[in-house]
């Protein structure tokens, strides 16, 4: 079992920067994928971002299209955080952050995911 717990979120002005953090409980957690989706009102839940597991220092990084030169995900393996560093934020990134993470390789879709967090609300002011 793996609890995820999110924070970081909050408003912000167009242009602004946020860091979102997930802290993960369990002894295994440099094995799993993380991700970050987030969820819109009256949409469905989005891939944003993940880190695949590692063994080592080295790991994978994959972003939605959308976000890409202006979000960068990160792992610290001794803490059990995953971060999600959000840079020149946009009213259209205003959504509801959901942390997760599976025991595989990287995926995109959230039927993939195993365990989620609670969200944490993300608003960008225009």
């Known amino acids: 079992q793996v609890q995820l717990v999110e924070s970081g979120g909050g408003l912000v002005q167009a242009g602004g920067s946020l860091r979102l953090s997930c802290a993960a409980s369990?002894?295994?957690?440099?094995?799993?994928?993380m991700g970050w989706f987030r969820q819109a009102p009256g949409k469905e839940r989005e891939f944003v971002a993940t880190?695949?597991?590692?063994?080592?220092?080295?790991?994978?990084?994959y972003y939605t299209d959308s976000v890409k030169g202006r979000f960068t995900i990160s792992r610290d393996n001794v803490k059990n955080t995953v971060y999600l560093q959000m840079n020149s934020l946009k009213p259209e990134d205003t959504a509801v952050y959901y942390c997760?993470?599976?025991?595989?390789?990287?995926?995109?879709?959230?039927?993939?995911?195993?365990?989620w967090g609670q969200g944490t609300q993300v608003t960008v002011s225009s």
């Open positions: 369990g002894r295994t957690f440099s094995r799993y994928t």
């Open positions: 880190a695949t597991g590692s063994t080592g220092s080295a790991y994978y990084k």
């Open positions: 997760s993470a599976r025991n595989g390789g990287a995926a995109y879709t959230p039927k993939d995911y195993d365990y």
